[in-house]
């Protein structure tokens, strides 16, 4: 039998818009009491407004995430399950409801209790859970299929299967990495033991993870980048193969933006990577890493010397080397010469970056100040794959300070031994060389030999390489002084002379 209530809200509504209403009339009449009737009314429809604006709605959550609590409801049901698929009809699909703790049968309206948790390790047919919780105004339903048709591994999950493997207490530090399933059963305890111990990390047991894969509340897999150290930590050599095998199943190559390990003893150290750190690789050339420890010891951090570490290591190989040529300077003798010795193997393009950064390579023959220089960009000249590009860079940056007012360049350098040109079918024109240079410059070849005896003294090459790098391995041509003729009277700003203008003239005619 149905029950009438009286809506008391709809009441106070209606009744106010009666003394409204009769406000009105009595004003547009003007009854005797007009001004109290029309006053109340008003007062009565602002008192309505104030009521009316005091309201509660319900709200739905735009995600639903299962909580712990929700989460053990369903591994309730599901071991409640287990009874019903047991001793029940078959062919009918049970629903748990885990608000009330009551099953219902796909075949019946009936409410059946809740059985016990039993295993069970047969059925006939996939039995269907549905969770219900409360959303705003309307109950959600999660459906949870549950595969009871294989053997003990495929029984259903009761209370204490699911208990067992840690999905009932999810907490916020779970750490759920699905592909971690490839480990074997060995490293995958290891790896959880070191999550925890390292990053306070918890990871499910491996058991867990099939289950979790299909679980239908979709656990978010956590973004690695959100790992957290309190402070150093230390690792062994097995720890550290272990998390590199880890991080390449999930394809992971950024751990080490985050972090830096550096070898302590016999352990090894990790701890929070600084702003200016870079991570560099244990196992690149000792040169490499010498340099780096003497010159950048507060940027660059040196790894131990694991291959496991290489392919997460980004600045390594040809690509460090280009880094360090980029933050020498040329002033910094000691680096500088440091770094050149390394480019000796890299390739001539990285060589001629490092010449380019020179402008002028100035040596004083009397105080010998930019010998280091000299020698060290002489040997890097000698290590170019195309000799030629070695020599021509080498020429362009080189400068002898003579004495106090004057300095030369190869250019300056003529080298020829004979004091005669001749020219004609029969060698019937001749030139003296000395009155082509008249300003001191067959001196200059002197200047150089001088220089290319110290670095014969110095072992730096034998003395053919050596005059390879100067250019002076053969005897200027006829061509070879005319460029150089025309060099010195542009460098001079000079008319030429008459021996000087005759030699141009019999080299046009017969070359």
């Known amino acids: 039998m149905k029950k009438k209530k009286l809506d008391i809200f709809n009441l106070f509504y209606s009744g106010a818009a009666v003394v409204i209403l009769i406000g009105v009339i009595a004003k547009l009449l003007e009854w005797p009491a007009q001004d109290l009737l029309i006053t109340g009314g008003l007062a009565i429809e602002a008192l309505v407004f104030g009521v009316s604006a005091i309201k509660f709605v319900e709200v739905q959550d735009k995600q639903e995430v299962a909580t712990e609590a929700t989460l053990a409801k369903v591994a309730d049901g599901l071991g409640n399950l287990a009874g019903t698929v047991g001793g029940g009809t078959a062919g009918a699909d049970t629903y748990i409801n885990i608000?009330?703790?009551t099953g219902t049968n796909g075949s019946s309206d009936t409410n059946t209790a809740a059985s016990g948790s039993t295993p069970v390790h047969s059925a006939t047919k996939p039995v269907t859970t549905t969770v219900q919780t409360e959303t705003a105004s309307r109950p959600k339903h999660l459906s949870i299929e549950v595969n009871n048709t294989g053997t003990q591994n495929s029984a259903a999950h009761s209370l204490w299967q699911l208990e067992q493997m840690d999905i009932l207490s999810l907490a916020k530090d779970l750490f759920f990495q699905p592909e971690w399933d490839l480990l074997s059963s060995e490293e995958y305890a290891q790896i959880s033991s070191l999550f925890k111990r390292v990053f306070d990390k918890k990871l499910p047991n491996k058991e867990a993870l099939p289950f979790l894969l299909q679980f239908p509340v979709k656990l978010p897999v956590p973004e690695m980048s959100k790992l957290a150290l309190s402070g150093p930590q230390d690792l062994t050599v097995e720890e550290v193969e272990l998390l590199s095998k880890a991080f390449e199943i999930i394809n992971y190559n950024s751990f080490l933006d985050?972090?830096?390990l550096e070898q302590n003893g016999e352990a090894i150290s990790i701890r929070p990577k600084l702003n200016n750190e870079v991570q560099l690789f244990g196992g690149e050339d000792e040169a490499v890493l010498h340099h780096a420890k003497q010159f950048y010891a507060k940027d660059f951090v040196i790894s131990p010397n694991l291959e496991c570490l290489a392919n997460m290591i980004k600045l390594k190989g040809q690509l460090l080397v280009e880094q360090l040529t980029q933050k020498v300077s040329v002033k910094a003798e000691e680096e500088f010469?440091?770094?050149?010795?390394?480019?000796?193997?890299?390739?001539?393009?990285?060589?001629?970056?490092?010449?380019?950064?020179?402008?002028?390579l100035k040596y004083n023959l009397a105080t010998e100040a930019g010998y280091a220089y000299l020698k060290s960009m002489a040997q890097a000249a000698l290590t170019f794959r195309d000799a030629t590009v070695g020599q021509e860079l080498f020429k362009n940056i080189l400068e002898i300070q003579v004495d106090d007012s004057n300095s030369i360049t190869l250019d300056d350098v003529v080298n020829c031994y004979a004091d005669t040109i001749y020219f004609g079918p029969k060698n019937e024109y001749s030139v003296v060389l000395s009155e082509l240079f008249v300003n001191g410059e067959l001196n200059n070849l002197n200047y150089v030999n001088s220089i290319i005896d110290k670095l014969l003294n110095d072992n730096v090459a034998t003395k053919s390489k050596l005059l390879e790098v100067f250019n002076m391995k053969e005897q200027d041509s006829k061509k070879d002084v005319f460029n150089k003729l025309n060099y010195h009277l542009n460098k001079t700003n000079t008319s030429p002379s008459g021996a000087q203008l005759a030699f141009i003239l019999l080299y046009k005619q017969y070359s």
């Open 99 to 101: 608000q009330t703790g």
């Open 258 to 260: 985050y972090f830096v």
């Open 337 to 360: 010469i440091s770094l050149n010795q390394i480019l000796f193997t890299q390739p001539d393009d990285l060589k001629k970056k490092l010449f380019n950064k020179v402008k002028k």
